[in-house]
């Protein structure tokens, strides 16, 4: 029994029973609708524009790979004076997929031979079932990926200032005058 999955703003569901060998170009560009959806769902003002370029390709015998590009003009507002900061994202997407039903995909960590990480390196494989792949939501996560988490304007500081510079000189003074210099 299948059941369906929470869709997100920019969802685009990739049939890969049968990938063309050269692989399934694919191009999102959002809507007003799905742009307001981004924004609320990652807590932007804004985003301006979102664009995601894919190709859906076969990969090993059943697997997938997904890749290509996410772009988006976001709105956020500053951590330190909540004014509206802006900021371009251009994020790479690679991303590999298997049947949950193959031998690779089952074994996973679990299979009990070697599996060499690379932290620099390409993740593992994902699974899926079925037929289709969200490439969609696949890119909606590498665009969040990419949102800088601690947006601040320029200029902008988090230093409590007042509070703090007058102990400081009031210290400096004291030292001042314990070394003897003025």
Not at 59 to 83: F, H, M, P, Y
Not at 161 to 173: H, R
Request: proline share 7%; charged share 25%.
């Amino acid at each position: 029994m299948k059941h369906a999955e929470p869709q997100g703003p920019v969802s685009f569901i990739a049939n890969v029973a049968r990938l063309p060998h050269k692989g399934l170009p694919v191009v999102i560009t959002a809507d007003g609708a799905q742009r307001a959806a981004l924004a609320a769902e990652h807590d932007l003002l804004s985003v301006e524009t979102y664009r995601a370029e894919l190709l859906v390709a076969p990969w090993k015998r059943n697997g997938v790979k997904v890749s290509g590009r996410v772009e988006a003009d976001i709105t956020q507002a500053c951590i330190v004076t909540l004014e509206p900061v802006e900021a371009h994202i251009d994020e790479a997407i690679e991303a590999l997929f298997l049947p949950d039903d193959s031998k690779l995909g089952r074994q996973g960590f679990e299979g009990g031979g070697e599996i060499l990480i690379d932290a620099d390196g390409p993740d593992s494989p994902e699974t899926f079932s079925g037929d289709t792949i969200d490439v969609g939501a696949l890119a909606e996560q590498f665009f969040g990926l990419a949102i800088d988490p601690y947006p601040r304007k320029q200029g902008a500081s988090l230093d409590a200032g007042g509070e703090i510079e007058p102990a400081e000189n009031e210290f400096q003074q004291k030292l001042r005058s314990l070394l003897g210099k003025s």
